[in-house]
């Protein structure tokens, strides 16, 4: 399956940071990783710290698949809103889920800081803007939910809106928690670390089928070699959907494009993202160099030769709507590009064992906040190797 188009702003900016081999030989670790992407950056992080050895995977160069294409806004919010996910799963678990995404953006930002990772990632406020006056009714449901636990949330009124970010709407929640970062480099310059530290790392690596036994499991290559472990550890995103052979994610395309360096925005909102309540919502925040980024227009339809020809409409799209909101910024557009988005029913990621892979356990970040759910995942694996239960793990398992 290919997961962007060409032409991925972050991929442009950053070019091929590192690159690894291919795997010609057979290997043996406590643990392998297949996926080599942001999520896979980071379990394979936490894994080293907690001293076992891996070996990271992946078919493509690292971070080549959907990590290149992402938007890297870091919410704490979820894409099922808390008061409606407070009905599909219960009040005290849905606010869990919600406190832990906060507590993820503070956890990302320790790491960057203590590996020393510069990849521009930015502390911002976020704002969820009513899109229409019937919108702003339930979004002022989901304020008052949110205040009601404490979440660091205020409402600001459609002219409170204007006169700070000169974006025009029906008012909106601010929330004092979010973040941007470039998750290419991220993932780069993570994995890099990791190598210096005993991390084994192949890339353009075409796996055959896997073996799943009582001690163990077995990678094994279509070049003949093999690679075994006690445990396997997928990090795929969407790709796994296919794999698993369940409904547990939609997949659709979604498009995004970029500014040029240097546009002229309302100071506030610089330090900001922000979203509104339409389906598909228009996205946006700005970048460390000096752009404005843009998003939405999803569609069902994610086949590569789709998104490559429809992503200059798409993005048209995207700007129209963004004039509606920002009517006095001139966006010049000066990248475009799609990818692979997957949401499930309740907006939560699934981590944790399948009942169907013996040995084996998946972090799949879906919806809009696929890289905090992967900060979360770190935790949640390394305590379940330990035989630790996290408390997460019930409310992200599989066959919930």
């Not at 990090?235 to 500014?259: H, K, Q, R, W, Y």
């Not at 360096?261 to 993202?273: G, W």
């Not at 339409?278 to 086949?303: E, F, H, K, N, V």
Request: proline share 2%; with cysteine.
């Amino acid at each position: 399956m290919r997961v962007r188009t060409y032409e991925s702003f972050w991929l442009l900016k950053n070019g091929l940071l590192y690159s690894y081999p291919s795997l010609q030989k057979n290997l043996s670790a406590d643990i392998v990783v297949v996926g080599g992407g942001i999520t896979g950056a980071l379990i394979s992080h936490a894994l080293v710290k907690e001293g076992y050895s891996t070996i990271l995977l992946d078919k493509r160069d690292i971070a080549l698949g959907s990590t290149s294409a992402t938007t890297s806004m870091l919410q704490y919010e979820i894409d099922q809103p808390l008061y409606r996910l407070a009905k599909m799963i219960g009040e005290e678990p849905a606010v869990a889920c919600y406190r832990a995404g906060i507590d993820t953006i503070k956890i990302l930002e320790k790491i960057m800081r203590d590996e020393k990772i510069d990849c521009g990632f930015a502390s911002k406020k976020s704002l969820y803007f009513a899109h229409s006056k019937w919108a702003s009714q339930w979004l002022k449901r989901e304020f008052d939910i949110r205040r009601q636990f404490e979440l660091g949330v205020q409402w600001l009124t459609a002219t409170e809106i204007k006169k700070s970010y000169g974006l025009h709407c029906y008012g909106g929640i601010l929330s004092d928690t979010a973040a941007s970062v470039d998750a290419y480099k991220l993932a780069h310059e993570l994995i890099h670390k990791n190598v210096q530290r005993g991390l084994q790392v192949y890339d353009q690596v075409e796996i055959a089928g896997f073996l799943y036994g009582k001690r163990g499991t077995t990678v094994c290559l279509k070049n003949g070699y093999t690679v075994k472990s006690k445990k396997i550890i997928f990090c795929t995103g969407f790709e796994a959907v296919e794999m698993i052979g369940e409904p547990i994610a939609d997949l659709n395309s979604t498009f995004a494009c970029v500014s040029e360096t240097n546009i002229v925005l309302p100071e506030k909102l610089q330090s900001l993202l922000a979203w509104n309540t339409r389906r598909p919502y228009l996205y946006m925040r700005t970048t460390d160099d000096g752009r404005l980024l843009a998003g939405g227009a999803d569609s069902r339809y994610r086949a590569a030769r789709f998104m490559e020809s429809r992503k200059a409409a798409k993005s048209a799209a995207i700007i129209r709507q963004l004039k509606q909101c920002l009517p006095t910024v001139s966006f010049t557009e000066d990248f475009n590009w799609a990818g692979v988005f997957g949401s499930t029913k309740d907006g939560l990621p699934y981590i944790g064992e399948h009942p169907r892979f013996r040995n084996a356990l998946f972090v799949l970040g879906f919806g809009g906040n696929g890289i905090t759910f992967s900060v979360q995942g770190m935790k949640i694996i390394t305590d379940s190797l330990k035989g630790i239960h996290h408390p997460l793990a019930d409310y992200y398992r599989f066959n919930r």
